[in-house]
């Protein structure tokens, strides 16, 4: 019995592992557990997250599509596979981050059938493209 115990001792996650996993956990939940607009086209999105009211259900659902793409956009450039050209500020308001979805995605109708995390995606290149002299 001692020797199953030690071996679990090696698995070793620091708080901000476990914090990180229990919020993908949650994102993944509220994204199952969202109407179908989340499966979802740039048209869906855009009627869904236009008017939406700080810290309602629609505002959490939108908010953490937007959050999960750009942890998509991140995990990529930092595994060296693309979205190099976009360097997100250390912290970002989750309403401005919809809000620009929103703008793009109304200023751009023909990317309305397209999947909705191309239009986060170009909302945040538009908004966080890197300078040429950016060190990211």
Known sequence: ???????????NLNVEDKMKKIV???????????????????????????SIVPNSTSFIRCGSYVLGVIDNMRAQKAG?????????????????????????LGTNPESLTHWAAFGVSMAMYQNFKCGCDDPK
Do not use: N
């Not at 949650?26 to 869904?48: E, N, P, R």
């Not at 060296?80 to 793009?104: A, R, S």
């Open 24 to 50: 993908l956990l949650l994102v993944l939940l509220l994204s199952m557990s969202a109407s179908s607009v989340f499966a979802v086209t740039g048209g869906a999105y855009l009627q869904s997250c236009a």
């Open 80 to 104: 060296d596979i693309g979205y190099k050209d976009v360097c997100f500020p250390e912290k970002m308001e989750e309403e401005q981050l919809i809000q620009m979805t929103v703008d793009w």
């Open 1 to 11: 019995l001692h020797g199953r115990i030690g071996s679990y001792k090696s698995i």
